[in-house]
């Protein structure tokens, strides 16, 4: 089974610690969300759903959660046999652009 | 108090100028603060300062007074001396630098060339530099250990102690006793046979040698089956700690080869992964114990044995702390090497108590196999070579430390050939991101995390823990203003409340803190340096 079949028929639990998503409430009340870039004791890093870098100050937050798990749901079952093929065939010729290094 | 001490600390300054470096002085470093004489500062492995002038109070006060950047990309993890206003350092790999310890300034840089034959597991690393009188000694990744004068940065001798090509190297800042100066090597993961050596300040001539894989006619080398005596590691990593009162030198072991396979080396395996009491005139062993018998986790016991005369059950006794690799924390009669308490300060799955002897008992089926075997703590131990540091006044030890992280433990098949990795499988890394240094941080606690533990010595007890979100490889530098001095992988350089744990000062150093702060003192100023990256900073009080 291809990676990209067994990604739709069958998704890993969690995603990569690179597509790790961090939510954050501000002491404002505003909810941020987005791909986790960098954290540590101080500082969380992300690029939120407006595909905007952002950066607070722990100390300034009144929630944080980080996600690891894996939103996709299976389409086992959903989809038939060659209509999975179609698929991946599809998104095979996908290239996209080369994706930032966290 | 403490303006008595800071008129103390600028009387020694001015009438020790380019004083020598006599053993007198060695031994009573403690009682010059305003100079870092020896790797850990003191004989007995406290990295401890009685300087007061940065208390509490105006941490927050602290500046950057000057860096020094190294024109080096290794992993820069020496601990400098500084004596009368002259710092010395060794800049990786084998660079010894002479700075102007107020200014940043250089005044001379002995460069020893190591050779390319050098085989090295974790990076070209050095740790840094003794001194007796006016001389200068290192040693060298390729073996070698080197005098240097002090003032002019010239060759005094140079002595070759061991094959580069077979993998050992001298990482460790050299423990100099006497007139002896005692140094062993690192490679444990290339089948090296490790020993610890002492030798002539003034010759470089070897006094006496210790072999830390025994072997056959040598007490302990029963533990050893066949020829695996021949390449079983026991390296040596950091300097070793001392007691004048009982003249004796203790020295913690690394791991034993090949790491992860056991098969071929039947027994104990002794002395790796254990503390030897050495005889500093002779090096004789006085008494070892071995923290993790036949040793397949890659526990090496090189951490500073922290040596601390306290009351043990109602008594005063002289005792040595020792927070270990593998993960317990551990308490022993520095004279007999008596085992009086062991208790974990993290998650620890390999063993589950200790007999009377104080020897583990093991835990069935923690053991490295073929297909991997999750053991906590993790391949890179609960804590490692970066020192701790023991406050008298506050009564506790601080650790650096690796928290609930496991490996999976991998057994393979080894054969040895000289000048290759000897490792026997692999301690992989249970969580997606890894063990290793990424330039990013995306682990989350569950995962394990980066700490510095406050233990009360006397039970094992943690007082307070510092958390991290990522792992740490700094060692840690407390004041007898209480203030305790750390960093970290994230690359801040930051101080604590030494009796709470509270932040009360950071530092964005921009790079990772990889060795143990230090402090000193000129013309009445105090100054906390650290290396972070590649540069060392040096930091003291808003004028």
Known sequence: ?????????????????????????????????????????????????????????????????????????????????????????YLVTLKGTRSIRP | MMKRILVIVVLLSSAAVHAQVSYDRLLRSGAEPHNWLTYSGTYSGHRYSTLTQITPQNVRDLELKWVFQARSLEKFEATPLVIDGVMYTVQPPNDIVAIDAATGRIFWVYSHQPSQLARLCCGRVNRGLAILDNTLFMGTIDGHLVAVDAKSGRLIWDVALARPEAGYSLTLAPLVVKDKVIVGPAGGEYGIRGFLAAFDARTGKQVWRFNTVAGPGERGGETWGGDSWKTGGGSIWVTGSYDPDLNLTYWGIGNAGPDRNGD?????????????????????????????????????????????????????????????????????????????????????????????????????????????????????????????????????????????????????????????????????????????????????????????????????EKRWEYKMTDFTDAGILTTASDLLFSGGREGDFYALDARTGALLWKFAAGGQVQSGPMTYAIGGRQYVTVNAGNALYAFGLRQ
């Open chain 1, 1 to 89: 089974m291809s990676e990209l079949e067994q990604a739709l028929v069958d998704p890993a639990p969690e995603v990569r610690p690179q597509n790790r998503t961090a939510r954050v409430v501000t002491r404002d009340g505003a909810t941020i969300t987005g791909r986790l870039l960098n954290h540590d004791t101080f500082t969380l890093l992300l690029l939120d759903s407006q595909e905007q870098l952002r950066a607070f100050d722990k100390s300034d937050v009144r929630e944080m959660t980080i996600i690891k798990s894996n939103p996709k749901t299976s389409y086992r079952g959903r989809l038939t046999a060659p209509e999975l093929a179609d698929l991946v065939g």
């Open chain 2, 264 to 460: 071929s080396r039947p027994g104990d395996n002794l002395y790796t992964a254990s503390v030897v009491a050495l005889d500093a005139d002779t090096g004789q062993l006085k008494w070892h114990y071995q923290f993790s018998p036949h040793d397949e986790f890659d526990q090496d016991a090189t951490q500073i044995a922290v040596l601390a005369d306290l009351p043990w059950q109602g008594k005063p006794r002289k005792l040595m702390l020792w927070a270990n690799r593998n993960g317990f924390f551990y308490v022993l009669d520095r004279g007999t090497g008596q085992f009086l308490s062991a208790k974990p300060f993290v998650r620890v799955t390999w063993a589950d108590g200790f007999d009377e002897h104080g020897r583990p008992q093991r835990v069935p089926g923690q053991e490295p196999t073929p297909k991997g075997t999750i053991v906590y703590p993790g391949n890179q131990g609960a804590t490692n070579w970066y020192n701790p540091s023991y406050s008298p006044r506050t009564g506790l030890l601080y650790v650096p430390a690796w928290v609930n992280y496991a490996s999976l433990f991998i057994k393979r098949p080894q054969t040895y050939v000289e000048g290759q990795y000897f490792g026997g499988g692999e301690g992989r890394a249970t969580d997606a991101q890894g063990l290793r240094t990424a330039t990013n941080n995306l682990r989350t606690e569950d995962e394990g995390y980066g700490a510095i533990l406050a233990l009360d010595p006397l039970t094992g």
